[in-house]
């Protein structure tokens, strides 16, 4: 044949492969999630998500030590508080879990990278977002307490809070508490379109954090939506978000795509406990090469647009990625 173009010929070594590449990935693009729960000497494992932990205070820097070997500068703190009241007042109590949590990693890796998920629903007993007035989540009322958590994780040391809350105005709050306490140098990263999504499923057992009643569509937002994804993320732009988050990932990647080229923030994507669930037990039950999976799955999140990937697989993509396998 006669062919102009061989699109095959820039497939024909993996010399050739590597060096034409549309898609390049780093393990400093990656923010490991981690459980932290209230008490002493506590390394458990999580049963909804093989292969995680949940971790008390003391003990959380064996973890952090594990990620630094791996590669990973970053963690995002999730807690698990040992008592929970309608308000969620443990969330910015300055001994709470969380806080603790970050003053250990800080104490011994000062360098390490923290950002802390900024929500209230594993610290209310309702399990919702935050504060209820009658069924609902009262928007205004929950901004307030958002905005004391926030400061609350930057007095312990946080470097990055992310509020996950999806309440109308929260940004511009929580910047101006932050600014008014003199942590202007703390980022925000927010969860700017988080979709009302079943998979969440495995967080909330792991987190203990599901709702008692109803369920969280009344905030986060209807999986049948993109152009209201654009509103919340210049919406959150506009507040003074520093980083803006697509929320799950890989059934959002159109999402991911065109928000990225809609705004000149730099993007996350958080791929959610379901995702993982989902790649574990695929793998576990023979039907697909586990490690293959993972790691085609995180290229196509940063190939849709996104810089940052939140994922439960982070060391395990690291070592891949210092192995060369994706890069
Ligand atoms: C808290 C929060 C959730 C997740 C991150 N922050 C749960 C939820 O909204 O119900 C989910 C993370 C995951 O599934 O891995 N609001």
């Given at each position: 044949m006669n062919l102009q173009q061989r699109p095959r010929r820039l497939r024909s070594c993996d010399t050739i492969r590597r060096m034409t590449r549309e898609t390049r990935v780093s393990p400093d693009s990656l923010i490991y999630p981690l459980f932290v729960m209230e008490g002493t000497g506590i390394v458990e494992p999580i049963p909804s998500l093989e292969g995680q932990f949940r971790y008390s205070p003391d003990r959380v820097c064996e973890e952090i030590e594990t990620c630094v070997r791996a590669g990973v500068r970053s963690v995002m703190l999730f807690g698990l508080p040992s008592r929970k009241d309608c308000r969620g007042s443990?969330?910015?109590?300055?001994?709470?879990v969380v806080q603790q949590a970050i003053r250990a990693i800080k104490g011994k890796y000062p360098d390490f990278y923290v950002v802390t998920d900024v929500c209230m629903c594993e610290y209310t007993d309702h399990g919702h977002c935050g504060i209820l007035r009658g069924r609902e989540v009262d928007n205004d009322e929950t901004v307030a307490v958002l905005a004391k958590i926030a400061v609350s994780h930057a007095q312990a040391g946080a470097d990055m809070v992310a509020p996950s809350?999806?309440?109308?105005g929260r940004i511009a709050a929580i910047r101006a508490a932050l600014d008014e306490n003199g942590f202007q140098n703390v980022l925000i990263m927010s969860y700017s379109a988080k979709y009302a999504s079943a998979f969440y499923g495995p967080f909330r057992d792991a987190a203990g954090s599901?709702?008692?009643?109803?369920?969280r569509k009344g905030y986060q937002m209807d999986p049948h939506n993109r152009k209201e994804a654009m509103k919340e993320c210049l919406l959150d732009a506009a507040e003074g978000a520093d980083i803006l988050m697509v929320k799950p990932a890989l059934s959002y990647l159109d999402i991911i795509r065109e928000t990225s080229q809609a705004v000149t923030l730099p993007m996350a994507a958080y791929s959610v406990s379901g995702e993982y669930a989902m790649i574990k037990a695929a793998g576990k039950a023979g039907l697909i090469d586990e490690h293959r999976v993972m790691c085609e799955i995180a290229l196509s999140i940063f190939r849709a647009g996104a810089n940052i990937l939140i994922t439960y697989y982070a060391k395990e993509l690291a070592q891949a990625m210092r192995d060369g396998e994706i890069g």
């Open positions: 443990a969330a910015y109590d300055p001994d709470g809350d999806m309440m109308d599901a709702p008692a009643f109803g369920d």
